[in-house]
């Protein structure tokens, strides 16, 4: 019985890492995405514009306080969740190939050992790239927003005076 249950959790794991990888890879392009939306943005900034919370309060000046920072959790929220999965799923995908690994070494199979590791040394290490670059965006985004909270709330000030 034991045998049993420990086969079906070993393949129910190898089950996922063909997933697993196709996340890896959707989430590092995303991250190439998110970076090159932040270079972009940037360069706006730099020329006093790119501001999408100033802009969107613009067309709705009766927006509370609380309703700006929910619109600027909703633009961060994307970048932070591929931020805390793309190490975890990093993670996973070097655990899946360390048991066919594991066999292949107990088998003398020296060249199935370096495919699996191959395979898991890859997917974290893309993972951790991911993540880095989406907690660099995340983290200047988030300044950027409060900067702008902070201009709508003077703004406000002004108006109300």
Request: proline content about 3%; glycine content about 6%; hydrophobic content about 50%.
């Amino acid at each position: 019985m034991q045998i049993l249950i420990e086969t079906l959790m070993y393949q129910l794991g190898q089950i996922f890492l063909l997933p697993t990888l196709a996340l890896i890879a959707l989430l590092f392009l995303y991250s190439c995405y998110s970076l090159g939306g932040f270079a972009v943005q940037a360069l706006q900034r730099r020329r006093g514009q790119g501001r999408p919370l100033l802009e969107w309060w613009r067309s709705n000046r009766h927006a509370s306080a609380d309703e700006l920072d929910v619109r600027a959790h909703k633009q961060l929220e994307a970048a932070r969740i591929a931020t805390r999965i793309a190490p975890m799923l990093g993670l996973v995908a070097t655990m899946i190939p360390m048991g066919p690994a594991m066999k292949s070494l107990s088998d003398g199979n020296l060249g199935a050992v370096s495919q699996n590791l191959m395979v898991a040394f890859s997917a974290v290490i893309l993972a951790l790239i991911a993540a880095s670059a989406t907690f660099l965006v995340v983290n200047v985004r988030r300044r950027w927003l409060a900067e702008e909270i902070l201009e709508i709330d003077s703004l406000r000030e002004e108006k109300a005076q």
